[in-house]
């Protein structure tokens, strides 16, 4: 069994008056941490990684490094330039990285044979274990159940980041049992956790993380009635943490809580005041 168990936070990245937030983005690692989270993921879709250089993602991997003190960090690595993808993989394999959430290539829509041929060179390349970042509403592909099993083969790719929205492809994987499957759909965690999914890596816990931790731990320990009050007790913040286009959500309920200020980069937007005046509400429940 690998380490991609449990719950993980795809860290956001803090921007204040346009520039990188480094020390809030140090604080909340360290929150994140004292929550009892068992990893985090720098340079997600979460992290806005796309709108981050080359040296602002470096910079951001290497904080999330240092204030994460030994907790697990996974990097993301999305990209469609494959000699790109491999350069970055090269460099940051030089960090104590858990591994990389490595997604398809966006944009360009390859063949299964093509996703087979990327993923493999690429775990071929990886001194650390790949997870799969399978979400074809963001890259315009998905990795077929068929690949995503021939894939599971390689010693290097250990888990699969469940975006897919099937249950059925949730279900085959997680009966196979050679990758860890995490949800990614934050309001499929529950029915995830109980088919005996590993654990997520959900945005959404961002806010209320030690709820999200006692929801995977009620699962674990099978106490199911207190499993299900947790989350129907999260289902509304999750919806609204996906209301408006992620991390726009996420960082108004943070901005709110005082972690950051409310920046994202163009071409992500703030969430809309609407949205912000239920997000109030929220946090007053
Ligand atoms: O940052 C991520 O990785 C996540 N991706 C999903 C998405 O792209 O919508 C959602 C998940 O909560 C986190």
Same mark, same amino acid.
């Given at each position: 069994m690998s380490i991609f168990t449990g719950i993980w936070v795809p860290l956001i990245t803090p921007f204040s008056h346009g520039q990188v937030d480094h020390a809030a983005l140090r604080k909340l690692v360290r929150y994140y941490a004292e929550a009892g989270v068992s990893g985090l993921v720098a340079l997600g879709t979460t992290g806005e990684a796309a709108a981050l250089d080359q040296l602002e993602q470096r910079a951001v991997v290497a904080t999330v490094l240092e204030a994460a003190a030994g907790l697990p960090v996974i990097v993301g690595l999305a990209g469609n330039h494959s000699g790109l993808l491999r350069e970055s993989l090269l460099h940051f394999s030089s960090a104590a990285i858990a591994g990389f959430l490595i997604p398809a290539p966006y944009y360009v829509r390859p063949s299964q044979q093509g996703l087979l041929d990327h993923f493999s060179s690429l775990a071929d390349a990886s001194p650390v274990p790949l997870v799969l970042y399978d979400i074809p509403y963001r890259t315009g592909v998905q990795i077929e159940l068929q690949t995503l099993l021939t894939l +599971?083969?390689?010693? $290097?790719? $250990? +888990?699969v980041k469940d975006c897919a929205g099937s249950a059925a492809t949730t279900q085959a994987l997680i009966a196979d049992g050679r990758l860890q499957v995490l949800a990614g759909e934050d309001g499929n965690i529950f029915s995830s956790l109980c088919m005996g999914g590993s654990g997520a890596i959900t945005a959404s816990a961002h806010v209320r993380p030690q709820r999200f931790v006692a929801l995977y731990r009620a699962v674990s320990e099978q106490r199911l009635h207190d499993a299900r009050a947790i989350f129907h007790e999260l289902a509304p913040l999750i919806r609204l943490m996906f209301a408006e286009a992620s991390p726009g959500p996420v960082k108004a309920m943070l901005a709110q809580q005082g972690w950051i200020s409310d920046e994202l980069r163009a071409p992500m937007t703030r969430a809309s005041p609407a949205l912000r005046a239920k997000l109030q509400q929220l946090a007053q429940v």
């Amino acid at each position: 069994m690998s380490i991609f168990t449990g719950i993980w936070v795809p860290l956001i990245t803090p921007f204040s008056h346009g520039q990188v937030d480094h020390a809030a983005l140090r604080k909340l690692v360290r929150y994140y941490a004292e929550a009892g989270v068992s990893g985090l993921v720098a340079l997600g879709t979460t992290g806005e990684a796309a709108a981050l250089d080359q040296l602002e993602q470096r910079a951001v991997v290497a904080t999330v490094l240092e204030a994460a003190a030994g907790l697990p960090v996974i990097v993301g690595l999305a990209g469609n330039h494959s000699g790109l993808l491999r350069e970055s993989l090269l460099h940051f394999s030089s960090a104590a990285i858990a591994g990389f959430l490595i997604p398809a290539p966006y944009y360009v829509r390859p063949s299964q044979q093509g996703l087979l041929d990327h993923f493999s060179s690429l775990a071929d390349a990886s001194p650390v274990p790949l997870v799969l970042y399978d979400i074809p509403y963001r890259t315009g592909v998905q990795i077929e159940l068929q690949t995503l099993l021939t894939l +599971a083969a390689h010693p $290097q790719i $250990q +888990a699969v980041k469940d975006c897919a929205g099937s249950a059925a492809t949730t279900q085959a994987l997680i009966a196979d049992g050679r990758l860890q499957v995490l949800a990614g759909e934050d309001g499929n965690i529950f029915s995830s956790l109980c088919m005996g999914g590993s654990g997520a890596i959900t945005a959404s816990a961002h806010v209320r993380p030690q709820r999200f931790v006692a929801l995977y731990r009620a699962v674990s320990e099978q106490r199911l009635h207190d499993a299900r009050a947790i989350f129907h007790e999260l289902a509304p913040l999750i919806r609204l943490m996906f209301a408006e286009a992620s991390p726009g959500p996420v960082k108004a309920m943070l901005a709110q809580q005082g972690w950051i200020s409310d920046e994202l980069r163009a071409p992500m937007t703030r969430a809309s005041p609407a949205l912000r005046a239920k997000l109030q509400q929220l946090a007053q429940v």
